[in-house]
């Protein structure tokens, strides 16, 4: 059954850093785009930052410049490092294999 468990949400002040990563099982990950979305309350889903297969990535302008995602085929995870932290970076965060299997998602939040 496929799967994607997420880690590494958490809590931190403006201007640090977290790095999220997500395990996926299965077939998913040689096959897929991954993706990171992430939701703030009372917003839409959004996507935040994506890898393709071959390694080609798409950001946001919200977080160009301070994400970076990255994926590892030995451990079958996607990572997103998160510099620079805002305060509109607060949401939950879900990992995302072709947009069609979802994590369960991980909160992050970040105070002024």
């Known amino acids: 059954q496929a799967q994607l468990v997420e880690s590494g949400g958490g809590s931190v002040q403006a201007g640090g850093s977290l790095r999220l990563s997500c395990v996926a099982s299965g077939s998913l990950f040689a096959f897929y785009t991954m993706g990171w979305y992430r939701q703030a309350p009372g917003k839409q889903r959004e996507l935040a930052a994506s890898i393709t297969t071959d390694g080609r990535t798409q950001y946001s302008d919200s977080v160009m410049g301070r994400f970076t995602i990255s994926r590892d085929y030995t451990k079958d995870t996607v990572y997103l490092q998160m510099n620079g932290l805002k305060p509109e970076d607060t949401a939950v965060y879900y990992c995302?294999?072709?947009?069609?299997?979802w994590g369960q998602g991980t909160q992050v939040t970040v105070s002024s």
């Open positions: 995302t294999a072709g947009a069609s299997y």
